[in-house]
């Protein structure tokens, strides 16, 4: 089995991505009445979300016996899934605080996802858009990777039920989730 060690480290040379403008639109969206599968059971309906709500998207996390792979690293943006969602772990009761519900997003399906929250004691769950249905509806952008459509690193900051605020493009990612707690803070 690989050396795992470097899971939650960030290469020094990781190349930043730039802002390319593909989520411009979303600011001031409504959510669609469109329900996801999440690791929680069942599924949430994205049109009732609480009025606070979180939802940071990530393109994909690898099962900890895959090794790192230099392609994907050179990929803006694309490392860092496993880091950024320990960070939304550990900050998890401060956004709580601040009033808000978290929600990972990816294209991954829900076993695969299942796994990652029990092996990372996540305190939230996570939603799959294996089906690329919310990807479609709001236009997010989309990478793809050895045949797989992936999303995109970005957050979606959720009130009454529309896009208040847009995080894109993220980086570095092992810090979003603090950026993301002041941003909270200051927008009260």
């Known amino acids: ?15 930043a991505p730039a802002d390319d403008g593909a989520c411009d639109h979303l600011t001031g969206m409504a959510m669609p009445r469109l329900r996801l599968p999440t690791t929680g059971g ?18 994909r996390t690898r099962p900890p016996e ?10 803006p943006g694309a490392r860092g899934c496993t880091p950024e969602t320990c960070s939304f772990r550990d900050h998890h009761a401060e956004l709580g605080e601040l009033g808000a519900s978290v ?19 996540l305190p939230f769950a996570l939603l799959s858009d294996e ?3 919310l990807v479609q509806v709001l236009r997010l952008p989309v990478m793809d990777f050895d045949g797989e459509t992936l999303i995109r690193r970005l957050t979606l900051v ?3 039920n529309a896009v208040e605020h847009v995080f894109y493009p993220i980086f570095p990612p092992d810090r979003h989730a603090a950026d993301v707690r002041d941003w909270l803070a200051a927008h009260q």
């Open 42 to 59: 069942g599924t949430v309906d994205l049109g009732r979300l609480p009025d606070r709500t979180v939802i940071y998207a990530y393109p």
């Open 66 to 75: 895959e090794a790192a792979r230099d392609d994907w690293d050179a990929i």
């Open 103 to 121: 929600w990972g997003l990816s294209t991954q399906p829900v076993p695969f996802q299942q796994e990652m929250v029990d092996r990372l004691h």
């Open 158 to 160: 959720i009130r009454g």
């Open 1 to 15: 089995m690989p050396d795992r060690s470097d899971i939650l480290d960030l290469p020094p040379d990781l190349p």
């Open 131 to 133: 089906r690329l249905r």
